[in-house]
């Protein structure tokens, strides 16, 4: 498995650069981004806001900002926001990313927030992330502590999210065991940064 000593050493884009994880419910988007953030120092994950309440252990592990509707709005009206979309009977968004200099930038968010990022950023780099299966993604679901009636939402919304994320990705990862996908979203990583270096100066590489 590659290790963060993978990445380019040097960093000759000034800009951070913007990777945007899209997936289905069940997919281990967060999962995922987590491992890649603990492995790789120089990569920021924007924390979303959500309305919806929070699942067991997600306030220990700060996986999201979990407000109620009215601050969210009155957030959204500021201007706060770099994405946001309504989706199932709750608000999702990304704050407008401040990462710490030298870094690039991680998002975790829906197939709508995609398109958003895309309309402002068309250089970011989709990679979807697909479950194994709808059989697997159900049984993650459930894991995670949803009920049977918002598993067969979500699964149901899965297909719409696969075939819209398909069109915005540059790359598909199927997370059928952690430690692949992991490997894989990390070379995609040093390749974009790789050619956005090279870019910069061909002469550096």
Known sequence: MP????????????DPL???????????????A????????????????????????ERERRAYE???RETFETAVAAGRFFEWAEFLDYLMGTP???????????????????????????DATVILLLPPSPEVQAERLAARG???????????????????GGELAAYTVVNDDLQGALAELTAIVDRTRTAANRAVNPEEL
């Open 96 to 122: 407008v990313p401040d990462p710490p200099p030298g870094s690039d930038v991680l998002l975790e968010i829906d197939v709508q927030g995609a398109e958003q990022v895309l309309a402002k950023m068309p």
């Open 18 to 32: 913007y990777f945007v994880l899209i997936g289905p419910g069940g997919a281990g988007k967060g999962t995922l």
């Open 66 to 68: 979990f407000v109620d």
């Open 146 to 164: 949803d009920d049977e009636v918002h598993i067969r939402r979500r699964v149901a919304l899965g297909r719409e999210e696969v075939d819209r």
């Open 34 to 57: 987590a491992e890649l953030v603990a492995k790789d120092p120089t990569i920021w994950l924007s924390r979303s806001w959500t309305t919806r309440a929070a699942r067991p252990g």
């Open 3 to 14: 290790s963060s000593a993978t990445h380019c050493s040097k960093r000759l884009h000034a």
